[in-house]
């Protein structure tokens, strides 16, 4: 799959929901009965844009929030240093999975969409 341009990268995060690294955090805390989903990227990331499709099409066909935290975001940095490091997410994309208590963080832009709806159990 060929990378979307950053473009259509900000096309395709506008049906995540976009949250601050704190609400991330808040959220993968408190769990839920189904996955919770946050996805760390940047249009500007070439890793990210051959990423996203795929995290796309699994989540919207099986009906999975995405908590998208933009990890370009200015006004964020430290706040998603933090995050990143208590995740242990070194790089983007980076995705952390909540399942019950299991969190699974996978930082794999050739993760294939099987692999995806895998870790999201679906």
């Not at 955090?25 to 500007?44: A, I, N, S, W, Y």
């Not at 066909?61 to 706040?79: A, C, N, R, T, W």
């Given at each position: 799959m060929n990378n979307?341009?950053?473009?259509?990268?900000?096309?395709?995060?506008?049906?995540?929901?976009?949250?601050t690294p704190?609400?991330?955090?808040?959220?993968?805390q408190e769990g839920d009965e189904k996955p919770?989903?946050?996805?760390?990227?940047?249009?500007t990331c070439p890793y990210c844009r051959?990423?996203?499709p795929k995290l796309h099409n699994?989540?919207?066909k099986h009906d999975i929030l995405v908590h998208f935290v933009h990890s370009g975001h200015p006004d964020y940095q430290e706040e998603i240093?933090?995050?990143?490091?208590?995740?242990d997410v070194p790089t983007?994309?980076?995705?952390?999975v909540r399942t019950g208590?299991?969190?699974?963080?996978?930082c794999n832009s050739s993760l294939s969409e099987e692999a995806i709806a895998t870790l999201l159990q679906v």
């Amino acid at each position: 799959m060929n990378n979307v341009s950053p473009e259509q990268f900000l096309q395709l995060a506008e049906d995540f929901k976009e949250v601050t690294p704190s609400e991330a955090d808040r959220v993968l805390q408190e769990g839920d009965e189904k996955p919770v989903v946050v996805f760390f990227g940047r249009e500007t990331c070439p890793y990210c844009r051959k990423f996203i499709p795929k995290l796309h099409n699994v989540t919207q066909k099986h009906d999975i929030l995405v908590h998208f935290v933009h990890s370009g975001h200015p006004d964020y940095q430290e706040e998603i240093a933090q995050v990143r490091d208590k995740y242990d997410v070194p790089t983007v994309p980076g995705l952390i999975v909540r399942t019950g208590d299991n969190i699974a963080v996978r930082c794999n832009s050739s993760l294939s969409e099987e692999a995806i709806a895998t870790l999201l159990q679906v």
